[in-house]
């Protein structure tokens, strides 16, 4: 029984974060579609904390930390205003 729960648990986990990581390239593909269109209307602070924000996620996807990648990407969509 114990072995049926914690194998349970590694395969929920194991998806999870392969979840994860297949949504870090489709964020950073929308981060990149959307700032040329959106540049105008950011301030320099926020073109440059988004830019930083996209080339972060990036890097941690690239290293495994898709949860750190996720979050980051989120963050530069907010500034962008997309989902």
Do not use: W, Y
């Not at 990581?21 to 489709?26: R, Y």
């Not at 579609?33 to 080339?55: H, N």
């Not at 989120?74 to 997309?82: C, E, N, P, V």
Request: hydrophobic content about 50%.
């Amino acid at each position: 029984m114990f072995k049926r729960i914690v194998f349970t648990g590694i395969a929920v986990l194991f998806f999870t974060v392969s979840a994860n990581a297949n949504n870090c390239p489709l964020s950073m593909a929308k981060i990149d579609a959307a700032l040329p269109i959106k540049m105008s209307s950011l301030s320099a602070g926020d073109l440059a904390k988004v830019k930083s924000l996209r080339a972060q996620g990036e890097a941690q996807h690239k290293s495994g930390d898709h949860g750190s990648s996720v979050a980051s990407l989120a963050q530069a969509m907010k500034l962008l205003g997309i989902n």
